[in-house]
């Protein structure tokens, strides 16, 4: 516990030293606020309201919280504490992008998981225990470049793909978030938008996930022994489809076989690959066609072709953390606070930022989530307590891993994510 | 083309009602239906509206006479009061579909200039493009199916009238989403009003009931009025047996086992005889579900004739369909997949626990549906023994 008395107590001073910095997320004082202190008796301070940021951040100084969260819903009295009362006038769209949710292969490498029934453990992303197949893990998930780069392409995707061509959102009223941990959310401002239903919203995240698509309300059909495809002069997703497929016939022959065998993607047999491979320039010409859509040459079983569509729709499709998009009363972090797992501040971050953006190793000063640096090259002592730690990759230089009880000496940032993450003590 | 007066007279409906006849919609209802009842108009009206209540009752699918003269007005509106006092879903549903039926009908047979107004009137943001645009190509051999329009609504209004109708064609990822607008045909445009419509009809009526009592008191002291409503009621109150118990189709001797049903196909029974939409899943499933307890073919179609967009054409196809190929129904971890299971919901003792196997002497869960009755059935007729053999004893 002497750890989070610390770590409070640095929180406290970042929010005095940075009063000045947190932003104002738009129309503050309809948001409903929530807190997650360093006490783990209590889980969520919820329904708080603030009348100005003054107030705000006088909180955050006098408190420190492990965790600040704001509603994306806007109310008339957020502090209510009955839902029904609150007096409901609209919600952001938001969209949560965490690689806690999906696969990503370097998982092998950072994330940990043990399983309380039978003590077994591994590597990698595990929903159960692949020996008892019990569902008590605990899991130890890790923070990493690579993981990040395929949340941050996810939003790129997602706001060029989807959001500007389809639905004409200003890219004015997209704010984007760094979490402070392994994700980025999304969220749109705009009256028209905070307006819509869940049900609404849930079709709009459908839309950009590709959930519930029709293969044959788009066009695919077998008459006889012919499969006929999705035609290219169309609009929406069958478009989308046929686009990707290009991309794919216009990849080399090895990348194509590497992708369409990969077993957490395609995972199609050697038969299709081979005609697919086989038929490589026939397929293109026919795909980039506006008149031609006989898929016949490449394999004529609709389910085959099933097999080869729904991973194409995994790919263009975006990887979303759906509840948080479709539940209006959900809280999510406030910009410029700090996450408690981490260490790290939830960086604002415009559309235009993205590009080069990289939170471990950010070069643009104040767009750096990692605000522990010390000016001074100090270092900290910490003892590992727990009995393993990949290793943690920070501004180019690389720390780990540790095994239990390992005495280690590491920069004031390290130290303090490692804190955070409730993997160290000091001594 | 037609003006504004001429469109609400077709379809009372369009918000244009409150300004272009702000006479009549400016009143309170106790005054407009004394002043109806009180006119020459009155029988023509009267006639009318219990028409349109006969053709619900009836079971057809579209109303057999829909005048678009200024009564059709009052027909409307007189409708939507007798339905809120009445206050009876099933019948609110009735009326509601086979009225909004009519109403696409009709919008589709409309000319462009005059869709364009009434999606305006309804504050749409619908827009005409002078080049249609191609937004779906079918192409089958030598032969084009092309899909064009030059019609295309925000999408923020097509999810507003959209949302609730759950149907895959109508889901946003199916359809031609670009620029912030979804290309669509008029008729489907008017398909999503025919659902708006519907929905006009089916405001809950969640006034407490003594001051819905009052408001009753106060229109029955118009004698015409009341006249009219007891025939309604009348014709309800013999009919509504039959409408009740349409979907607990009793076969097979005249048993009725549809007391056996879990939970997740009661949740969809109820759902379809209130009249609300089923999505394609829950229609499939329940097809197959009925079909492998060899439901005759008839009663299938039945259950979906109070769906809002019942074609009995195309249901009978699609349901012979399904018997000529014998699908198994889904399972339980299938509908649970789908949000379909209700177990948890109707606090089903069976599906929560399972049952206990005596053959393999094991707890086991519930699997199937199928499965489910055929507990259900067995644990029935135990009963019926015991009771048999305990008369017996007594004797
Ligand atoms: S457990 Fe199975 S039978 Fe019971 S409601 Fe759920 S899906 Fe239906
Ligand atoms: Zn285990
Ligand atoms: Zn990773």
Known sequence: MMSFEYLKRRFKEYYKDNREKIPLVNLFNQREFGFIPWDQQIRMIRHMGFANRENLIQHLINNGPRHVYSSGSLYINPENQDMKKKGYQGCDLIVDIDVDHFYTPCKEDHDIWYCKECGKNGKGMVEKCPKCGKLKLKKLTWICEECLDVAKKEIIKLIYNFLIPDFNIDIEKIKIAFSGHRGYHLKIEDNNLRALSSDERREIIDYITGEGISFEILGLRKMGNNIFGFSTETIG?????????????????????????????????????????????????????????????????????????EPIVDQIGIEVDVPVSIDIHRLIRYPGSLHGKTGFKVQELNPNDLDDYNPLDEQVEKLDPIVFVSKVQTIQKLEIIESNVPATKIKGESFGPYKLGDTIEVPHHIAVFLLCKGVAKSV | MSDIYDLVKRYPWLPSLKTSYSDIASKNPLDFINEIFTSDKSNDIKRRVLT????????????????????????????????????????????????????????????????????QDLNLEVLYDEQPTIYKKFVV?????????????????????????????????????????????????????????????????????????????????????????DTITAIWESKKEEFEYTIDITFKEGKDISETFPPCIKEILSKAQEGQNLIHTERLFILWFLNSLKYPEDKIINVFSTLPDFNREQTAYQVKYAMKKGYTPYSCKSLKSYSLCFAKEYKDVLCLEGYFSRLQEVQKDISHPLKYIEVKQYRDSKKLKKTKNQTLDKK
């Open chain 1, 237 to 309: 997703w069958s478009q989308k489809i046929n686009r990707k497929i290009e991309e794919i016939l216009k990849m080399s022959s090895i990348e194509i076989e590497t992708l369409l065998s990969d077993k957490r993607k395609f995972n199609l047999n050697q038969n299709f690959i081979e005609n697919f491979l086989n038929y490589k320039n026939n397929f293109l010409n026919i795909i980039k066609s506006n008149n031609l859509n006989n898929w016949t040459l490449v394999s004529s079983t609709l389910n085959t072709w099933y097999n080869f569509l």
């Open chain 2, 52 to 119: 349109i209540f006969n053709d619900a009752f009836s079971n057809i699918e579209q109303l057999s006479e829909y005048e678009l003269d200024e009564n059709n007005i009052y027909v409307y509106l007189i409708l939507k009061i007798i339905l809120y006092i009445i206050n009876n879903k099933i019948l609110s549903n009735r009326i509601a579909n086979i009225y909004s039926k009519t109403t696409y009908n009709e919008l589709n047979k409309e000319n462009e200039y005059n869709l364009y107004y009434i999606y």
């Open chain 2, 141 to 229: 051999k030598d032969q084009q199916e092309i899909f064009k329009t030059n019609f295309k609504i925000s999408y923020l209004n097509y999810l507003k009238l959209a949302s609730n109708l759950k149907d895959e064609y109508r889901k946003l990822v199916n359809n031609a989403v670009r620029q912030g607008y979804v290309y669509i045909k008029p008729e489907n445009i008017n398909r999503l009003l025919q659902e708006h419509v519907r929905m006009k009809f089916l405001t809950q009526n969640n006034e407490i009931s003594t001051e819905l009592d009052k408001f009753k008191e106060k229109l029955f002291e118009i004698q015409e009025f009341k006249a009219l409503y």
